[in-house]
């Protein structure tokens, strides 16, 4: 006896209980993946602290673990930014320290601090994207996504709000597709993007590796809490959330004001009600009132001009609300209410600005930082040398995008339109939130970080939406029509209505025709869909894209272990090959880290540049003069006046300060690619440092390919210390300096201060002061040596700093007019310093400009003058080139490596002018190169 085959129904429960098994299962293999992927590093290496800010994030936390929370607090470091020092307990972010703790304390105690710190990353990193499935999901949800702008625009100009029930298509446990299929794609795109790999793989202990999973957690509650009137308490999780965003990491701010714009978006488009008066009410007030308790933050959400934004949308909604409680009270119109909201409105206005007129004198307001000021200017113009000198500062390209996203920057898009398809109070925060992730991330190419989750979101909301009805295609049987009766019944119902219409009154049957002639369009067409033909065709495209999708999404995957391996890489240590073709583990840096802890005194004090403080305070445990922090720009400046400035002063500087010197060497990003920007940042305190009119200090440089140093640059301590008895001609002096280690590389040099100033050092230590008696914060001065030095700074003004009362126009006129045209800067600075050198010359008894003729004419060699001289041709520069030659007229003689010299350049390039310049002067035109060509056959195109 045949089985009965089983009823429409049950196929359907069946079909939805095994398509959420897969569900669960492809979550739960997506969270290991997440977290698998991001110990590559830890699985090569071991469990190593990368970068630089981690070490200090490391140190910090086995400072909490040691001395507990109230002297953590209380913490003033004086091994760090000598001999100012700093309090690190009231200024870091200090919720990743107390969270290692917790987990040391209360998890995994037999575990290693160090192991949990390197591991945290990899664990925080799973949890982001668990969270970033959370919102896709909840966003996707049928009551999420029943709406659309056009409904909406409809709504805000008829003053309603019309809630649409979404098309329902439950699953297992009240679970809806396509929303477990837009979480499943959302949270599987966020494991392996390297938009968040890049900051949160195993070692990687930095304070976003957390604060993505916090960003996540409080986007997540603020999103749950906007579906219903009673998810409104899901506010208060939000500001939960979000106090611990903000003991993790300054990127708060972002979120605070996110979750701002939306809540006055949603007034904008008329969708205030008790659900988002509640919701953000509680997330704002609980939120702020638990922000306010960081140290770090303090007051600054009511006092700093990033963080007031959110504040006055809370105060906004605190009107708002009570404008409709009059109205309900005195059953206002439309035109009533509005009315009495721009009043109301209008006498809060007034009052705002009494007090903030009141308020601003008296330097209340806390100005933009340069870094988010930087967000709204062009790269390296935000006016301040030290923010324009990070790397990580950059505009993002297309190429980064893709580079960190793939090809989740495609399906983001398609995501973002589907929102407006399906729109929502929750879902338009993802509208919110994209764009402005995408704006700050084109400006800075560090917070591409900030696109992972929303990009994730989008583009799983567009697979997962693509993947659903795919699916259905070749599941769900054909829609159930009605029955001939029902049909009837539903006519005559429609024909009825329409007689009785058309007997109470005469009214045009245009709406009706124009109504059925729609009706008559959409059944036509659902009826060629349901046909035979039609199936097929959706049945052939839905296996296309699946096919296509799944192509992508492998060679997504592959790219993503792939790049992974790149992200893993520990600065501190890495992998080069050698000439036999075999591959190396290269540890200089911890080897001479460690060297230094060994090898010198516990007080010794150690200058280098600020990237390496906190690697060096970590690891050799030993006094450093500055680090990442960068709290202090006029120090920071002093350091890179030491290592910029000649050999003679930097060395009066570094033994006032220091006991050693370590040097990164080695080319790549070592000190001396860097030290443009030292240069760069010590002028902006110390004027006289480089040049007068070179505030971007384009006279200190490299002048060709070749890495040919500037005259100040060739005179830097800097230079002289990287060079070393390792380039020609360059050695540092032996009565000042001593080499005591070289790492096995040559990536590390460390050299011992000879005569260091033991009345300075001694001043240091007996001169600190109180804020006051037996307090323990104890800040340092500098000694009265290195007055002569400090006596000539001018303390940097930031454009942001207008409570300093104090401006520094001309420096930043000049110095943006440098950042805009950096050839012409460069070509000024090299035109000025050679003019001072000739003076010098000219005083000093120069040699006569015939025999000095003479000399360059005969020796070939590339330099920063035949450098110069060929710019100023090719630029055709008649007018500077002629100054030139009128100061110096045996520079008209200089030869290059390949024999070339003015004469030739200038017939290459068909200029009369200069060519005639030339033969005033007296160079001849007949002469031969290394190929034996004459100036005249580069005129007539002659190659050999």
Not at 462 to 472: D, E, I, K, N, S
Not at 772 to 801: M, N, V
């Amino acid at each position: 006896m045949a089985k009965k085959a089983a009823s429409p129904s049950q196929a359907d429960e069946i079909y939805a209980w095994a398509w959420f098994g897969i569900a669960a299962y492809a979550i739960g293999s997506i969270i290991f993946t997440a977290y698998d992927i991001r110990l590559a590093a830890i699985k090569e290496y071991g469990p190593v602290i990368h970068e630089f800010d981690p070490y200090f994030n490391f140190r910090a936390t086995e400072y909490l673990y040691d001395h507990g929370a109230k002297k953590f607090f209380q913490w003033f470091d004086t091994m760090v930014w000598y001999p100012l020092g700093r309090p690190v307990g009231t200024t870091i972010y200090p919720g990743m320290q107390f969270t290692a703790v917790y987990i040391k304390r209360y998890l995994l105690e037999s575990w290693s601090l160090n192991d949990i710190c390197c591991y945290m990353p990899a664990w925080f990193g799973a949890i982001a994207s668990m969270f970033t499935g959370m919102l896709a999901y909840e966003c996707a949800l049928p009551g999420n996504s029943s709406s659309n702008v056009l409904q909406w625009l409809i709504d805000l100009v008829k003053g309603n709000r019309t809630e649409l029930a979404g098309v329902k298509r439950p699953m297992a446990l009240g679970y809806m597709s396509p929303a477990v299929e837009c979480g499943v794609f959302a949270l599987g795109m966020m494991a392996i993007v390297p938009a968040h790999l890049m900051r949160s793989v195993g070692g990687g202990y930095d304070n976003e590796s957390i604060a993505v999973s916090a960003m996540v957690i409080t986007f997540y509650c603020w999103v749950r809490s906007l579906r219903n009137e009673q998810s409104a308490w899901w506010g208060a999780l939000s500001a939960l959330a979000y106090f611990y965003m903000v003991a993790a990491w300054g990127g708060y701010i972002f979120v605070l004001n996110m979750v701002g714009v939306h809540a006055a978006f949603l007034v904008a488009a008329g969708r205030f009600s008790n659900k988002v008066y509640t919701s953000y009410s509680l997330f704002y007030f609980i939120g702020t009132a638990l922000a306010v308790q960081v140290p770090v933050v303090g007051w600054s959400p009511l006092k700093s001009l990033e963080q007031l934004g959110p504040c006055a949308v809370f105060f906004a909604y605190q009107l708002l609300k009570v404008c409709d409680t009059i109205k309900g009270k005195k059953k206002m119109s439309r035109t009533g209410l509005l009315v009495l909201r721009i009043q109301v409105f209008t006498a809060a206005a007034a009052l705002g600005a009494v007090l903030i007129m009141a308020l601003a004198p008296k330097g209340y307001f806390g100005p933009l930082s340069s870094r988010v000021r930087g967000l709204f200017v062009k790269h390296t113009k935000t006016g301040n040398p030290l923010v324009d000198s990070v790397a990580e500062h950059q505009p993002a390209s297309s190429r980064a995008y893709f580079q960190y996203l793939h090809h989740v920057c495609s399906l983001a898009p398609i995501g973002f339109m589907m929102v407006f398809a399906n729109l929502s109070d929750a879902s338009s925060f993802l509208l919110i939130w994209g764009s402005a992730a995408y704006f700050f991330s084109h400006k800075m190419v560090r917070l591409i970080l900030l696109t992972a989750p929303i990009a994730s979101v989008l583009g799983g909301i567009a697979a997962g939406r693509m993947f659903a009805w795919c699916v259905r295609q070749f599941w769900e049987t054909q829609e159930k029509k009605p029955s001939s009766a029902e049909s009837n019944k539903s006519n005559e119902t429609n024909t009825g209505s329409k007689r009785g219409k058309n007997k109470k009154g005469k009214k045009t049957t245009n709406t009706n025709a124009s109504s059925d002639d729609f009706s008559s369009l959409k059944a036509s067409w659902d009826s060629a869909l349901s046909s035979s033909e039609g199936v097929i065709v959706k049945r052939s495209l839905a296996a296309m894209i699946i096919l296509m999708g799944y192509v992508l999404a492998i060679n997504f995957a592959s790219y993503c272990w792939k790049l992974s391996g790149d992200l893993s890489n520990p600065t501190i240590i890495v992998k080069a090959r050698l000439r036999d073709g075999r591959i190396i583990k290269v540890d200089d840096y911890r080897d001479a880290y460690t060297w230094l802890k060994d090898n010198t005194p516990e007080d010794s004090r150690i200058m280098a540049w600020w990237d390496y403080g906190y690697q060096i305070t970590a690891i050799a445990n030993r006094t450093t003069l500055a680090d990442g922090n960068t709290w202090n720009h006029e120090h920071i400046a002093l350091l890179g006046k030491a290592l910029t400035t000649s050999e003679e002063e930097g060395y009066e500087i570094a033994r006032h300060m220091a006991d050693y010197v370590l040097v990164w060497g080695g080319g790549g990003g070592d000190d001396l690619a860097k030290s443009p920007h030292l240069a760069r940042i010590a002028n902006s305190v110390y004027r006289d440092h480089c040049p007068a009119g070179d505030p971007t200090c384009r006279a200190f440089g490299f002048v060709d390919r070749e890495g040919s140093p500037s005259p100040m640059m060739e005179r830097s301590l800097l230079y002289r210390l990287h060079g070393n008895k390792v380039k020609p001609d360059v050695e540092a002096d032996p009565k000042k300096w001593v080499e005591v280690y070289r790492s096995k590389y040559g990536r590390v040099r460390i050299y011992k201060i000879l005569g260091v100033s033991t009345e300075s050092k001694e001043w240091v230590a007996n001169n600190r002061k109180c804020d006051a008696e037996g307090s323990w914060f104890c800040p340092g001065t500098y000694p009265p040596g290195l007055q002569h030095i400090l006596s000539r700074k001018k303390d940097f003004a930031q454009l942001e700093d207008f409570n300093r009362g104090e401006a520094d126009e001309e420096y930043q006129k000049q110095y943006f007019e440098a950042l805009n045209d950096p050839a012409r800067a460069s070509r000024d600075a090299r035109m000025r310093e050679r003019k001072e050198m000739v003076d010098k010359k000219k005083s000093d008894g120069e040699k006569g400009q015939k025999e000095k003729a003479d000399e360059l004419y005969n020796k070939w060699q590339d330099t920063e003058d035949t450098t110069l001289m060929w710019n100023l041709i090719a630029s055709n520069k008649v007018n500077e080139l002629e100054q030139w030659l009128k100061e110096e007229p045996a520079m008209a003689f200089i030869r290059s490596k390949d024999g070339r010299g003015p004469m030739w350049w200038a017939f290459e390039q068909r200029n009369e002018p200069i060519t005639k310049l030339l033969m005033k002067v007296g160079v001849p035109h007949t002469d031969r190169d290394s190929k034996g060509l004459t100036p005249a056959d580069l005129l007539e195109g002659k190659t050999e």
